[in-house]
């Protein structure tokens, strides 16, 4: 069997193992070999199992690799005076007597800064600590605290099961009895045991925490215990010497792994060891050991063997096979390429669904179908007729398809009348609000509605907006010149006056190193916009009221009140409006942090309506002209111009901003006769929108139908793994895209 990825390799093996049981072979009558059982098992027993396949391992696993001894070293090293806030997290997050939403809490201290150490982060609980951590941290000596590791142990194991007896009423739901880790409760607990005796021998330091953690950490488990009858086994090779079975499955025939490359000797050579002579410090041939051991693996079954590698990784990179493989191939016939091809199973990367005659389970039987034939329905039924199954499962097969078609069964439109009522109550929206359902309504309904509680501190792009916004507002309502812009007289002043303001806003803060230089460069970026201005002739002029103008606030004083569309209103802030001598022609401007910005045609593309919306504003609330709305990428180092909406001059093909002193390019610009159609089209567009919105009619639908990178919201929407998007496509912007 040549399989794609790990997974890959353990899924074709267990369904070439359920063909077997199909056919009448005992589950024990099958045994799987693997080199390293301990690392590569779980692996393959997670995916037997999820295949409905009866599977044990027999391995010794690492204490380490249960949830249990996570937990136990996660805390013995919480106690210790080289203890890490990581390690205290790391502790509640595989303590099950921890709720997860205190790891939450206590995880986005740690991320915002404001728990840099343990200490502070015990602070935080003086009422009522993580009782694992109180038990250790209130024991007074080294000894004490391994002695009370170790009752924790137990505790860890039991508490997910203590509402599980008969006399507690209804067993917990969705905690499976697991015995591994209660084995590994037990093993950790006798070991810390008998570590905290060592302290009463004579001679001997008495041990503490790191010493526990140091020993649970060469500490191994039994991942089975007991009969293995009617289940098919997961063994090392040197279990298989003892084993006498119908088939053999010897799976990860890989170069470097079967057989192993072996460890080097960190003190002598193999050429210092000829060299003494002494016959004791000849080393075996580790080449002869994984030949016997494969040798004996080949010798076991009495019917089949199979043997399995594979072509790649997870990822799709080349993996090489065992030179094993060869040497078998070239037993078995004159031509081995020939005889390869003809007893060969191959399954790549690209066969993720199996087909639907190797399906295992009705859930694996339903994808399976919906990959092959679509999700027709008619089409499904006359394939799973073809697979010969009985009419229970057939039945099964097709409810399941059928919940996955179902709208019910996807993220779709809110339906609750509370959750409906609530939204059309709201009868004033923001241009963000907007923006954001247009490029996917599903991520604004995450984002907005159900308002995630971020672990992380705010992102430094959006800080270092804020910050920068803040700044510019305070320079221009207080100019620090003659003139309410900067000159090339006073230019200086202006830079110096900015720095001030950056300072005093973060007196009370301080940045890390990341954030001081993105500081500097922001000082640097917004002293460029400066003198670019001050270099600029034009009469428009900042109003002292236009400077972050907000409207649809009625508690803000000399608000104009909110922009109406239709059932709804728009209420926002603009940055800044440039007003002309005569007191009607205007200019709207957003300075944006970012190295470029969006041009007319990208804006309707891309259903971004603040520029275009709050030139309505400025023209049907604040009695202007708006000639412009502009935005300014402060961070661009190349082309530094401003790109918008812009008004074209039809006698000056420069633009009618040209004798202000701002070029646009010619994209930008729209004809004096054409600039009020678009505004009005992004007034459509934000009231068909908007209606939506407020009707709760969120889809998954991305922007150009591709999810972006920065998108963390895919666990939520499930839009990878649907069956399908919704029929009616994606929905854009203006433009239908």
């Known amino acids: 069997m040549e399989s794609g990825g790990e997974r890959g390799e353990a899924e074709t093996a267990g369904i070439e193992i359920a063909r077997l049981l199909a056919g009448g072979v005992e589950p024990d009558e099958v045994v799987v070999v693997l080199r390293n059982p301990a690392a590569n098992g779980p692996l393959f027993a997670s995916v037997l199992r999820g295949l409905g396949l009866p599977a044990t391992l027999e391995a010794q696993l690492p204490m380490a690799s249960t949830a249990v001894g996570r937990s136990l070293l996660a805390l013995a090293r919480s106690a210790s005076e080289e203890a890490e806030t990581r390690d205290v997290l790391a502790h509640m997050r595989a303590d099950t007597a921890s709720r997860p939403g205190r790891a939450d809490w206590a995880e986005r201290a740690v991320a915002r800064g404001e728990a840099t150490s343990v200490d502070a982060l015990l602070e935080r609980w003086e009422d009522s600590p993580p009782a694992h951590l109180r038990r250790v941290f ?10 009370a590791i170790a009752v924790c142990a137990r505790r860890i194991a039991e508490r997910v099961h203590s509402d599980a007896a008969p006399l507690a009423g209804e067993r917990s739901a969705g905690v499976p009895l697991d015995p591994v880790e209660l084995r590994a409760a037990v093993s950790a607990a006798e070991l810390l045991e008998e570590l905290a005796a060592v302290a009463s021998l004579p001679g001997c330091d008495a041990p503490g925490p790191l010493d526990a953690a140091e020993a649970l950490e060469s500490a191994s488990v039994r991942s089975w215990q007991g009969s293995t009858e009617g289940r098919v086994r997961i063994i090392g090779p040197n279990r298989a010497r003892a084993a006498r079975v119908r088939h053999l499955f010897v799976c990860g025939l890989q170069e470097g792994t079967f057989p192993g490359r072996g460890a080097p000797d960190p003190l002598l050579g193999e050429e210092s060891r000829l060299r003494l002579g002494i016959p004791a410090l000849r080393r075996r041939d580790r080449g002869q050991e994984e030949r016997y051991l494969f040798g004996v693996c080949v010798s076991r079954p009495t019917e089949g063997l199979v043997l399995s590698w594979r072509s790649s990784d997870d990822e799709g990179h ?150 920068v916004h803040s700044a510019l507002h305070r320079l221009y309502l207080e100019p620090p010149g003659e003139d309410t812009i900067p000159r090339p007289g006073d230019v200086g002043r202006w830079k110096e006056r900015f720095s001030e303001l950056v300072d005093d806003m973060l007196a009370d803060a301080e940045p890390g190193p990341e954030r001081t230089l993105a500081l500097a460069r922001v000082r640097l970026q917004v002293e460029a ?116 909406i812009a008004m074209a001059d039809e006698i000056d093909e420069g633009g009618v901003l040209e004798s202000e002193g701002i070029v646009t390019r010619g994209k930008d610009q729209v004809p004096a006769m054409e600039f009020g159609s678009e505004l009005e089209r992004a007034r459509r567009d934000a009231i068909e929108y908007g209606v939506k919105m407020r009707a709760g009619q969120i889809k ?36 239908g895209s």
Not at 427 to 449: K, T
């Open 138 to 147: 209130e024991a007074r000596s080294p000894v004490d605290k391994v002695r």
């Open 318 to 467: 080349p993996a090489a096979r065992s030179p094993f493989v060869d040497e078998v191939l070239d037993l078995l016939g004159e031509d081995p390429e020939a005889t390869e091809k003809a007893i060969t199973l191959t399954r790549g990367l690209a066969h993720a669904v199996p087909d639907p005659s190797e399906a295992t389970s009705a859930r694996m039987l339903a994808r399976s179908l919906t990959a092959a034939v679509g999700a027709d329905p008619e089409r499904q039924r006359s394939a799973l007729e073809a697979t010969g199954a009985d009419l229970a499962v057939a039945g099964d097969v097709l409810a399941l398809t059928a919940q996955a078609r179902s709208p019910d069964h996807r993220p779709g439109p809110l339906r609750h009348p509370a959750v409906l009522e609530a939204i059309r109550a709201r009868e004033s929206l923001s241009a963000n609000s907007l923006e954001g359902w247009i490029g996917c309504s599903y991520r604004w309904f995450v984002d907005h509605e159900l308002s995630p509680q971020r672990l992380e501190p705010v992102a430094d792009p959006l800080w270092l907006g804020g910050l």
């Open 529 to 644: 916009f400066l003198d670019e201005e001050a270099a600029r002739e034009t009469t428009l002029r900042p109003r002292p009221d236009l400077l972050e103008r907000s409207f649809g606030f009625p508690e803000s004083e000399g608000d104009p009140g909110a922009l109406p569309l239709g059932e709804f209103s728009l209420r926002g802030f603009v940055d800044r409006i440039d007003v002309a001598p005569d007191g009607r022609r205007a200019i709207v401007r957003d300075y944006k942090t970012s190295k470029s910005v969006l041009g007319r045609v990208k804006i309707s593309e891309e259903g971004k309506l603040q520029l275009p919306l709050y030139m309505l504003v400025a023209r049907d609330l604040l009695d202007l002209d708006p000639v412009a709305g502009l935005y300014h990428p402060l961070a661009a180092y190349r082309d530094r111009r401003a790109r918008g």
């Open 700 to 735: 998954r639908n991305p922007l150009g139908g591709k999810c972006p990178r920065y998108c963390a919201y895919q666990p939520i929407c499930r839009l990878e793994r649907a069956v399908g998007i919704e029929e009616d496509g994606f929905e854009g912007s203006g433009n």
